[in-house]
């Protein structure tokens, strides 16, 4: 027995002298780890296209070492920060959707990003009177009208040509336009259209049981209940699923779907802005965002300085031409913007004759409640069990309720 | 995934089972070491070793999660107050008193959430019971290809819920989905259901899901209590002239009671907690489909609310603790295993 406990102390000390060994060779010889968490998919290539990144940053940096771990969708990469955050387990970079700056920011549980680069090189970021605290790695992540050339030539410049091209092209198994209605991020860009906004000029004061909100919610009703041109029920997958099979002529899709549908299409594939409010004379403003580069705070000084120099890498104008290229993003690097693709591509034209008009999505933490607010309203208008006016009323009440609950 | 990938995830895996191995070795020492030398006992040393790993991990898996909940819920805390919470006994009462007096989410209240849980499980429990116990009686006759019915009814059970719930929610689409399509070729375009923005039709999908899911599990207790009585007692009432009826009432059910009883309240458990369910099959978030659990999930990870969501899930813990104690007394449901 006294040699099966010598034995494992043995055991136990030599971990230890090799782990205490480890580490004073990484602070001695410069060597850093660092973990980044993603929130892309390998469904469309970008995980992979990350992934090959990150090995030729390695090449290029050998001192650094970076470990990618893929979080399956946004939702749980924001609660496992969170949670990670609390356990002081947090990883070094995050590549992530703009709108977790919102609820990060309350939390206290991202760094400014300031000293790291020279943010006048970028697009719009999230920005308080503190500081900036993200880096955009694209720009866009909006909405706008693609659609199937082979089944319109020129599309819908306003909603009454919209209904009425519509009206014609929707038969028995196909429909003139196609969206998600069960997300109100789909429904967003008519309320814009419609001149209304989810917020008042605080940008945290819910304003959604306005007249322009009943008139929005009375537009998407229509489109579905007066006019038939959209499905009587449909979801992301549903959508994307009829207009790739040439069953919808028209699709309200964001940037990210782009890349897909032009591999299927090709030259038949079309991108323009969502159509003008005929009875506005508005365009439709689709909320702008992005993916976003942030750095957690309380990591230690050496991966602060290999997080940046990861940043720096991935929005090097290389990597930014390359975003471009492969996912038909725009990029966050202003600098980025002449790449020959944007100028000659018209499926790259198109997002950025959309992303125009779009208005930046607020980032604050109370868009939730306004998010949840929205969409079981909406859902119940398009249903034709409520009134746009009730749903208007409703939803406010349930906004103000979930922002209170946030306190 | 390259081989590196592979490779560097199974080291990682190594790593961690052998630290884990190495722990348990030199507490499973020292509890060797206390009995042998301090204590001195030895003879109670494998009882105390062999119990060690069990002891350990149910304290690091359930009475260390508990306290630390008990201990969130004597706090403010939410993404306001997330790294710096304060604590106190005033915050407990406030959160408690929030719990059934403020909306929990948007619109509803606790009591109607109740209402809506305890209705919910009442469905469900007695559709998982009269359904498996008919089966499970089937089954225990003499039919044909037994087995292979009974692989097909398992089938439900051995499916993971997320899977199946997702499934589900794909068939009740109003457009694509395999009972609209159904009611629309048997009675027209009317006849479509909007089961997923509907309210009550919503609440009867998700009660139609669970039933197919859960049916199976209390089949295979009953089969199990089934095959246990003898047929000996069949026989006698036969001769004494007992139907069916009254053979099931009188025999069957008072017979399989030891076992039907604890089953019927690990339903009521299972069900009252059941979140994959409402949650999946609720994708327009309706609080009319919302149950107990699935509005403290929100309160927790929706709304950050870390604090107020400890107390509520206190609340739901002390309310199924109250049902079981209410029918293990009624129903003598863990006579058995204590005898």
């Not at chain 2, 390259?2 to 490779?7: G, L």
Request: glycine fraction near 6%.
């Amino acid at each position: 027995m006294k040699k099966a406990i010598l034995f494992i102390l043995t055991v136990l000390m030599s971990f230890q002298f090799l782990s205490a060994n480890s580490n004073t060779e990484a602070a001695s010889d410069g060597n850093v780890s660092i973990e980044m968490w993603t929130k892309e998919g390998d469904a469309d290539g970008t995980l992979q296209w990350t992934m090959a990144l990150i090995e030729q940053f390695m090449a290029e940096n050998p001192t650094i070492t970076v470990e990618v771990v893929k979080k399956t969708t946004v939702d749980e990469l924001r609660e496992d920060f969170q949670t990670a955050s609390l356990a002081g387990e947090t990883p070094d970079l995050l590549w992530t959707v703009s709108d977790h700056a919102g609820p990060f920011l309350t939390a206290d549980l991202i760094q400014s990003v300031d000293g790291l680069v020279d943010l006048s090189k970028f697009v719009e970021t999230v920005t308080t009177a503190e500081g900036s605290w993200a880096v955009p790695m694209s720009s866009g992540n909006h909405l706008m009208l693609i659609y199937n050339k082979d089944l319109i030539q020129t599309p819908p410049t306003t909603t009454d040509e919209l209904i009425a091209m519509g009206t014609e092209l929707t038969t028995d198994d196909m429909y003139g336009l196609v969206y998600n209605q069960t997300e109100p991020f789909w429904f967003v860009p008519w309320l814009g259209g419609f001149n209304g906004k989810v917020f008042a000029a605080d940008g945290v004061t819910p304003t959604l049981n306005t007249k322009e909100m009943v008139n929005a919610l009375q537009f998407v009703s229509d489109l579905k209940n007066k006019y038939a041109i959209v499905p009587q029920e449909c979801d992301y997958n549903a959508a994307d699923t009829l207009f790739k099979e040439g069953k919808a002529a028209m699709i309200i899709n964001g940037d990210w779907s782009l890349g897909d549908y032009e591999k299927l299409f090709g030259d038949k594939l079309g991108v323009t802005r969502i159509p003008m409010v005929s009875a506005t004379k508005k365009w439709p403003a689709p909320y702008t965002a992005g993916i976003y580069l942030m750095v957690p705070k309380d990591i230690d000084a050496a991966k602060a300085k290999a997080a940046a120099k990861l940043i720096e890498f991935f929005t090097s104008k290389d990597v930014q031409y390359s975003q471009v290229n492969d996912f038909n993003r725009l990029p966050g690097l202003k600098a980025a913007y002449d790449a020959p693709k944007i100028k000659e591509s018209s499926i790259l034209k198109g997002s950025s004759y959309q992303l125009e008009v779009g208005t930046p999505m607020p980032t604050v933490l109370e868009m939730r409640a306004v998010w949840d607010g929205i969409k079981p309203e909406l859902a119940q208008v398009l249903a034709g069990n409520i009134s746009p006016a009730d749903a208007a009323e409703l939803m406010q009440e349930s906004a103000v309720a979930g922002i209170a609950a946030q306190q | 995934m390259s081989f590196e990938i592979v490779a560097k995830s199974l080291s990682q895996i190594g790593i961690t089972l052998a630290l884990i191995l190495i722990a348990f070795g030199i507490v499973e020492a020292v509890i060797f070491l206390v009995y042998n030398k301090v204590l001195k006992a030895g003879d109670k040393a494998l009882t105390g070793m062999l119990l060690a790993p069990a002891v350990i991990g149910l304290f690091l898996l359930i009475v260390i999660p508990l306290i630390y909940e008990l201990v969130l819920s004597f706090s403010n805390m939410n993404l306001h107050h997330f790294k710096d919470p304060s604590f106190g006994i005033t915050y407990f009462f406030d959160n408690i008193k929030r719990v059934f007096t403020t909306k929990i989410l948007k619109k509803m209240t606790f009591w109607p959430l109740l209402f809506q849980t305890v209705l919910w499980t009442a469905i469900q429990v007695t559709f998982h019971v009269v359904l498996g116990l008919m089966l499970a009686l089937i089954l225990n006759s003499k039919i044909r290809f037994k087995e292979l019915y009974k692989g097909i009814l398992i089938l439900p059970w051995a499916m993971p819920p997320v899977i199946s719930g997702l499934t589900w929610r794909g068939e009740f689409h109003s457009e694509y989905g395999f009972f609209n399509i159904i009611l629309r070729r048997l009675f027209g375009d009317a006849a479509a259901i909007p089961w997923m923005t509907d309210g009550f039709w919503n609440f009867v999908a998700m009660n139609i899901t669970n039933i197919w899911m859960g049916v199976p599990f209390m089949m295979v207790i009953c089969l199990g209590a089934l095959q246990g009585v003898p047929s000996e007692y069949y026989e006698a009432a036969a001769m004494d002239g007992a139907g069916k009826g009254t053979r099931l009432f009188q025999i069957t059910i008072p017979l399989i009671k030891p076992v039907l009883a604890p089953s019927v309240m690990l339903g009521i458990i299972w069900t009252f907690n059941n979140f994959n369910v409402p949650y999946f099959i609720n994708q327009f978030m309706l609080e009319t489909s919302d149950i107990l659990v699935t509005a403290l999930y929100r309160a927790a990870f929706t709304y950050n609310q870390y604090g107020f969501a400890a107390a509520f899930a206190l609340v739901i813990f002390f309310i199924l603790f109250g049902i079981s104690i209410i029918y293990m007394k009624k129903t003598g449901a863990l006579k058995a295993v204590g005898d």
